[in-house]
Nanobody, 121 residues
Framework: QMQLAESGGGLVQAGGSLRLSCAAS????????MAWYRQAPGKQRELVADITTGGSTNYADSVKGRFTISRDNAKDTVYLQMNGLRPEDTAVYYC???????????????WGQGTQVTVSS
Protein backbone atom coordinates (compact mmCIF):
# COMPACT_ATOMS: atom_id res chain seq x y z
CA GLN A 1 0.00 0.00 0.00
CA MET A 2 1.20 3.49 -0.81
CA GLN A 3 0.42 6.37 1.53
CA LEU A 4 0.14 9.79 -0.11
CA ALA A 5 0.55 13.18 1.53
CA GLU A 6 -0.20 16.29 -0.49
CA SER A 7 0.96 19.76 0.48
CA GLY A 8 1.59 23.22 -0.91
CA GLY A 9 -1.94 24.46 -1.43
CA GLY A 10 -3.19 27.83 -0.32
CA LEU A 11 -5.02 31.01 -1.23
CA VAL A 12 -3.72 32.87 -4.25
CA GLN A 13 -4.97 35.61 -6.52
CA ALA A 14 -5.88 34.92 -10.11
CA GLY A 15 -2.75 34.82 -12.24
CA GLY A 16 -0.62 33.62 -9.36
CA SER A 17 1.36 30.41 -8.93
CA LEU A 18 1.60 27.52 -6.52
CA ARG A 19 3.73 24.40 -6.38
CA LEU A 20 2.11 21.31 -4.95
CA SER A 21 4.05 18.35 -3.59
CA CYS A 22 2.97 14.77 -3.07
CA ALA A 23 5.16 12.66 -0.81
CA ALA A 24 4.66 8.91 -1.09
CA SER A 25 5.56 6.37 1.55
CA UNK A 26 5.15 2.62 1.94
CA UNK A 27 6.06 1.93 -1.68
CA UNK A 28 8.43 3.53 -4.16
CA UNK A 29 6.89 5.64 -6.89
CA UNK A 30 9.46 4.67 -9.51
CA UNK A 31 7.54 1.65 -10.90
CA UNK A 32 4.33 3.64 -11.24
CA UNK A 33 2.78 6.22 -13.48
CA MET A 34 1.67 9.05 -11.18
CA ALA A 35 -1.02 11.67 -11.44
CA TRP A 36 -2.65 14.71 -9.93
CA TYR A 37 -6.42 14.90 -9.61
CA ARG A 38 -8.67 17.64 -8.31
CA GLN A 39 -12.19 17.86 -6.93
CA ALA A 40 -14.13 21.10 -6.85
CA PRO A 41 -17.19 21.53 -4.63
CA GLY A 42 -20.18 19.70 -6.06
CA LYS A 43 -18.14 18.14 -8.87
CA GLN A 44 -16.56 14.78 -9.54
CA ARG A 45 -12.87 14.23 -9.07
CA GLU A 46 -11.05 14.81 -12.34
CA LEU A 47 -7.65 13.88 -13.69
CA VAL A 48 -5.52 16.99 -14.12
CA ALA A 49 -2.12 15.68 -15.16
CA ASP A 50 -0.17 12.45 -15.24
CA ILE A 51 3.44 11.42 -15.72
CA THR A 52 4.66 8.03 -16.84
CA THR A 53 7.59 6.10 -15.43
CA GLY A 54 9.57 7.33 -18.42
CA GLY A 55 8.69 10.96 -17.79
CA SER A 56 6.09 11.50 -20.50
CA THR A 57 3.32 13.84 -19.43
CA ASN A 58 -0.35 14.36 -20.22
CA TYR A 59 -2.62 17.23 -19.21
CA ALA A 60 -6.30 18.00 -19.14
CA ASP A 61 -7.15 20.60 -21.76
CA SER A 62 -8.19 23.02 -19.03
CA VAL A 63 -4.68 23.19 -17.56
CA LYS A 64 -2.50 22.59 -20.62
CA GLY A 65 0.17 25.24 -20.93
CA ARG A 66 -0.29 26.42 -17.34
CA PHE A 67 0.46 23.37 -15.17
CA THR A 68 3.56 21.18 -15.16
CA ILE A 69 3.80 17.78 -13.50
CA SER A 70 7.18 16.35 -12.53
CA ARG A 71 8.57 13.58 -10.39
CA ASP A 72 11.63 12.91 -8.25
CA ASN A 73 11.90 9.16 -7.85
CA ALA A 74 14.80 9.44 -5.42
CA LYS A 75 12.58 11.44 -3.08
CA ASP A 76 9.38 9.51 -3.89
CA THR A 77 7.74 12.84 -4.57
CA VAL A 78 5.56 14.17 -7.36
CA TYR A 79 5.10 17.87 -8.02
CA LEU A 80 2.55 20.06 -9.74
CA GLN A 81 3.70 23.54 -10.72
CA MET A 82 0.65 25.67 -11.33
CA ASN A 83 1.01 29.01 -13.09
CA GLY A 84 -1.60 31.41 -14.36
CA LEU A 85 -4.11 30.20 -11.81
CA ARG A 86 -7.78 30.92 -12.41
CA PRO A 87 -10.77 30.89 -10.05
CA GLU A 88 -11.99 27.74 -11.79
CA ASP A 89 -8.83 25.96 -10.59
CA THR A 90 -10.19 26.17 -7.04
CA ALA A 91 -10.40 22.61 -5.72
CA VAL A 92 -8.85 20.07 -3.42
CA TYR A 93 -5.88 18.52 -5.21
CA TYR A 94 -4.89 14.88 -4.76
CA CYS A 95 -2.20 12.63 -6.14
CA UNK A 96 -2.17 8.91 -6.79
CA UNK A 97 -0.43 6.18 -8.69
CA UNK A 98 -2.15 5.03 -11.85
CA UNK A 99 -3.11 1.67 -13.25
CA UNK A 100 -3.68 1.90 -16.98
CA UNK A 101 -5.89 -0.64 -18.72
CA UNK A 102 -6.90 -0.81 -22.35
CA UNK A 103 -10.01 1.22 -21.66
CA UNK A 104 -9.44 3.07 -18.41
CA UNK A 105 -7.08 4.83 -16.03
CA UNK A 106 -7.58 3.76 -12.42
CA UNK A 107 -6.13 5.34 -9.28
CA UNK A 108 -4.39 2.56 -7.39
CA UNK A 109 -4.32 3.54 -3.75
CA UNK A 110 -6.38 5.13 -1.01
CA TRP A 111 -6.62 8.87 -1.40
CA GLY A 112 -4.63 11.16 0.88
CA GLN A 113 -6.10 14.18 2.60
CA GLY A 114 -5.48 16.40 -0.40
CA THR A 115 -4.42 20.02 -0.38
CA GLN A 116 -6.83 22.92 -0.84
CA VAL A 117 -6.16 25.42 -3.62
CA THR A 118 -8.29 28.55 -3.62
CA VAL A 119 -7.94 31.13 -6.37
CA SER A 120 -9.57 34.50 -5.83
CA SER A 121 -10.66 36.73 -8.68
Amino acid sequence: QMQLAESGGGLVQAGGSLRLSCAASGRRISPNDMAWYRQAPGKQRELVADITTGGSTNYADSVKGRFTISRDNAKDTVYLQMNGLRPEDTAVYYCNALLRTEVNIIPMFRWGQGTQVTVSS
